[in-house]
């Protein structure tokens, strides 16, 4: 176990539906992340949350959004998804410095595996 | 552009044989190299880091070479066995973001018995 489980691990959806993402980490971490993973792509940034605020949107289109309730959980609301969205979506979390060095070692859940039909 | 990129997409190496991953990096300007494991059916998994001014680092059964010279990473696993056979990434954590990391493509490892 890493420390940070996400739900569900599976997930089939139409194009009409609207789902969310979970995650959860154990670690007490003050960052999460949430990262597309295609097929011979590297690892995707879709969103940071650092103490709560979102810090980082790599200009992700908006049938993605995020949600940040407190620094253990982490949501990804999804609707109205395309073909092209079927994907592994990683959840992570690390604990981030507030001045350099910066060592940023990320733990990541297992992922959603997300078809979208 | 940066870019940090990985030489060999697959690697297949004997069980018993050491394995060497490597990883090219276009940028200098970053504090900590990290390198991640992901099997199959799992995020990617922590696996050892090394520090921009060190040249080596060694772990249980691996190690990192940082060349700064060439911008070259590479990650050694002694005695490997069938459990190493996964995805191997390599990422870079810059000096100037704390929390962005930039990941190359990885490189798959197989391993024969």
């Known amino acids: 176990e890493t420390g940070v489980t996400q739900t569900p691990r599976h997930l089939v959806m139409g194009m009409t539906n609207k789902k969310s993402l979970k995650c959860e980490q154990h670690l007490g971490h003050n960052a999460m992340y949430w990262y597309k993973q295609s097929a011979k792509k590297p690892l995707e940034l879709m969103f940071v949350?650092?103490?709560?605020?979102?810090?980082e949107n790599n200009s992700v289109p908006s049938r993605f959004s995020p949600e940040c309730p407190n620094s253990s959980h982490l949501f990804l609301h999804l609707h109205t998804l395309q073909p092209e969205d079927s994907a592994l979506y990683l959840c992570a979390s690390s604990q981030v410095a507030s001045s350099p060095p910066y060592k940023n070692i990320q733990y990541f859940g297992a992922g959603t595996r997300l078809s979208v039909l | 552009g940066e870019s940090v990129g990985l030489h060999l997409p697959t690697l297949s190496v004997q069980e018993g044989d050491n394995s060497i991953i490597n990883c090219a990096y276009s940028?200098?300007?970053?504090?900590?190299f990290i390198w991640y494991k992901q099997e199959s059916g799992k995020g990617p998994q922590f696996i050892i880091d090394?520090?921009?001014?060190?040249d080596k680092r060694q772990g249980q059964r691996v190690t990192v070479l940082l060349n700064k010279t060439v911008k070259h990473l590479s990650l050694q696993i002694a005695a490997t066995q069938p459990g190493d056979s996964a995805v191997y990434f390599c990422?870079?954590?810059?000096?100037?973001?704390?929390?962005?990391?930039?990941f190359g493509s990885g490189t798959r490892l197989l391993v024969r018995p």
């Open positions: 090394i520090r921009s001014n060190m």
């Open positions: 990422a870079e954590n810059r000096m100037d973001s704390s929390y962005k990391l930039i």
């Open positions: 949350y650092s103490l709560e605020e979102r810090v």
């Open positions: 940028n200098s300007a970053s504090d900590y």
